[in-house]
């Protein structure tokens, strides 16, 4: 009798963990935004690989220092799915790539960045703000502030 306990307790976990490895993706993968060219980019489309996103603006200096940094965790991972969502207008993004330029894609949020950002943990609503998804598209971490290069690689191994 007592084998069949653990048997069955064996089992009961197994089931806990097999239901917690199917919760939802968060709900910010429900979201659509435009990129650049106009078209609308699902965020679902994510789901299934680690993804950093970043919240950022043109005109907020951190955000700007930071992106050279995005750029080489793009490169450097390709595993990863880098995604910039700029609390910004396309004209505002379209001059700033004049001047620094990024491969990965690039989303705009316009105002709506703002509500989102403090829905996900944001409160004061600061920028730059990231997150770090797991590949079955669940936070897995957050840094408010721009990023450090020896930090970033350090938190990105709990999603690669």
Known sequence: MH????ATL??????????????PADPVFGRTFADLQGRDQALSAY???PVLMNFWASWCAPCVRE??????????????????????????VERFLKKVQV???LLLTGTQGIPLMRELGN?????PFTL???RRGRVADSVMG??????IEVRLGQIL
């Open 103 to 105: 491969s990965y894609p």
């Open 10 to 23: 064996g089992l009961a976990a197994g089931a806990r963990g097999a239901a917690a490895s199917m919760l």
């Open 67 to 92: 992106m050279p940094l995005l750029e080489t965790l793009h490169q450097r991972h390709p595993d990863l799915a880098v995604l910039g969502l700029a609390i910004d207008t396309q004209a505002n």
């Open 146 to 151: 721009e990023l450090r290069p020896d930090d």
């Open 3 to 6: 084998a069949v306990s653990l």
């Open 123 to 127: 409160k004061g609503g600061g920028l």
């Open 47 to 49: 789901v299934g690989r």
């Open 132 to 134: 770090l998804f797991d």
